[in-house]
């Protein structure tokens, strides 16, 4: 009898022991399960806040950014107009998140003074007229800034052009003509300017018609103007076509008055025009020639900027494409002649290469 009673307790006694590892497991069942409840929400929450810092991550490097782009260029039978629209169009495609147009506009000061107003991004303009607008000199009558540089593309040769039967073979015989001295506010306009200054005239001197290179071509072939200030990359499309129909004179420049102007103007370079230059042209001129650029609004973000710039020198093929002149853009020529202090998402960028 004692013996079962003492078999009885040991028995009860394990019956205890099972059941308190039972319920120490259902306890620790229940915590997993708890848990792993929590665990997934946890997970969950960790997972979105990862996605979060990650999405914001890769929107930070987007935010403020400008989704619109516009790009102003100038005349659509200048230079300006199909590399603009070039460089728009590889932004477009190759930069997430922005959208860009190139669109004609009057060129150099309007660009200026537009990209600095808000009512454009990017802009094509000479060295010189971004110099000038920055410190409110020349043409400008106060500071015009808010952009910056991104880089330089290449020589803007000043061509002042007319038939080869019009009788004017210097600058000084201009004096009492019809010219055309480019669209109002244009680098062109300002060239001829300067220009004239140094031969001792001014636009009151002549009989100056405004337009742009398209329509001064298309007015001397006509007869209605003798002669065209033109200040664009060579070969240019206007010069071409009125070259393809009449025989035409790029009026040179002596010597003395090339070292005169870029004494006073040193953004501006001495260029020599051969008899290749366009058809039914068999001479050479002497002229001059300011650095074209590519200028940003301060209003867009660095990162923004280099992504455009690495998009637009990732793809310089197209630029190549648009034109001749397209040729000119490279890494080691895009800073010569900057005028003006970069955009610092350019200078990030040619800080890498």
């Known amino acids: 009898m004692g013996k079962k009673i003492w078999l009885l307790a040991i028995l009860l006694t394990l019956g205890l022991v099972l059941m308190a590892c039972g319920d120490a497991a259902d306890d620790a069942v229940d915590t997993g399960e708890s848990e792993s409840e929590e665990s997934p929400e946890a997970s969950e929450e960790t997972g979105e806040g990862e996605s979060e810092d990650s999405g914001k991550g890769s929107e930070a490097s987007t ?9 102003l260029t100038g005349g659509e039978a200048g230079v300006y107009f199909p590399l603009g629209v070039a460089m728009a169009e590889i932004i477009d495609e190759h930069v997430d998140g922005v959208s ?4 004609t506009s009057g060129a150099s000061v309007v660009n200026a003074n537009e990209v600095s107003g808000g009512q454009a991004q990017l802009a094509l303009i000479q060295n010189d007229i971004a110099y ?3 410190e409110g000199s020349q043409m400008f009558e ?3 800034d808010g952009f910056s540089g991104v880089f330089t593309i290449y020589p803007e040769t000043i061509q002042i052009v007319t038939l080869a039967d019009s009788g004017i073979e210097t600058v000084e015989d201009l004096k009492g003509k019809r010219v055309a001295v480019g669209d109002v506010g244009s680098g062109t306009e300002a060239n001829a300017s300067q220009i004239l200054a140094a031969h001792d005239l001014t636009f009151d001197d002549l009989s100056a018609e405004w337009m742009g290179f398209g329509d001064a071509s298309t007015n001397l072939q006509d007869g209605n ?3 065209a200030f033109v200040t664009a990359g060579t070969p240019t499309g206007s ?4 070259a393809a129909s009449a025989d035409i004179r790029i009026v040179s420049m002596n010597e003395e008055k090339v070292d005169q102007i870029i004494e006073e103007y040193p953004y501006y370079t001495k260029v020599e025009l051969d ?3 366009y058809e039914n042209f068999d001479a050479t001129a002497t002229t001059i020639a300011p650095q074209s650029m590519l200028i940003a609004s301060d209003d867009l ?3 923004q900027v280099y992504e455009m710039v690495k998009a637009i020198f990732e793809n310089i093929d197209a630029m190549e494409n648009a034109h001749e002149r397209g040729k000119d853009l490279t890494i080691d020529s895009a800073l010569d002649g900057m005028s003006i202090d970069l955009h610092p998402g350019a200078q990030r960028y040619f800080d890498e290469q």
């Open 239 to 242: 010069i071409q076509e009125l």
């Open 142 to 144: 106060e500071v015009v």
């Open 275 to 277: 008899e290749n230059t």
């Open 301 to 303: 973000p660095e990162d």
């Open 63 to 71: 935010e403020g950014w400008i989704e619109n782009v516009t790009v």
């Open 100 to 103: 860009a147009t190139g669109i």
């Open 132 to 134: 000038y607008a920055h």
């Open 225 to 227: 103007i003798d002669a």
